[in-house]
């Protein structure tokens, strides 16, 4: 693992045992749901509900194959809260470990590289993607509403940028260049 410049030591021990509470394993909901293409609401991070959700997200992240990070609107939430792990995936740079964040923007970004994306919710499709490689976001740790800020590089900033996008109310097909860039999801035997 690197560690940029700006690499936070905070969220990178953050842990949902801080949160206190057992996740549940939730249904991920897929396109065309409604929740999907709305703009998230932001919320209070220290709400019951909010670090329930956050606790969620990790542990249906965790069950699900492949999966390196699971934003609230996919298990039918219209939240801005997402949860993100992508130290195991092949492609990973630097990482942060398992977090949450909550309301979450993009405050600098640059070098725009162009990589095929999945997700959970539009199941049998890929994409070529246009994003940002290096970033700094900044956002809220559920539980404690602590901001934070997150200075990261290459697939775990295409991944923050993936799930804030469904905060936000985008699916990767709204960034994708054209029907040109969608593929068929490839599945190994």
């Known amino acids: 693992m690197s560690t940029p410049e700006g690499f936070n030591e905070r969220v990178a021990a953050w842990s949902e045992d801080e949160l206190g509470v057992t996740g549940r394993v939730l249904d991920v ?11 998230g609401a932001v919320v209070d991070p220290t709400a019951p509900e909010i670090v329930q959700l956050a606790a969620d997200l990790v542990a249906t992240m965790r069950v699900s194959p492949g999966c390196v990070g699971l934003a ?8 801005k809260v997402f949860c993100v792990d992508v130290s195991q995936h092949p492609k990973t740079r630097t990482h942060h470990g398992t977090y949450v964040l909550c309301n979450a923007e ?3 970004s640059s ?11 539009v199941p049998d499709l890929t994409g070529d993607v246009k994003r940002a490689s290096r970033i700094l976001v900044r956002g809220q740790l559920p539980g404690t509403g602590e901001w934070v800020e997150i200075r990261t590089d290459a697939f775990e900033a295409r991944c923050l940028q993936h799930e804030m996008d469904h905060c936000n109310g985008y699916l990767f097909l709204d960034r994708v260049a054209g029907a040109h860039a969608i593929y068929q999801r490839q599945t190994y035997l």
């Open 106 to 108: 993009v405050v600098e």
């Open 29 to 39: 909901v897929t396109a065309p749901a409604t929740v999907l293409s709305s703009d």
């Open 111 to 121: 070098r725009n590289e162009k990589a095929r994306e999945g997700c959970m919710s």
């Open 72 to 79: 609230a609107p996919q298990v039918g939430e219209g939240v």
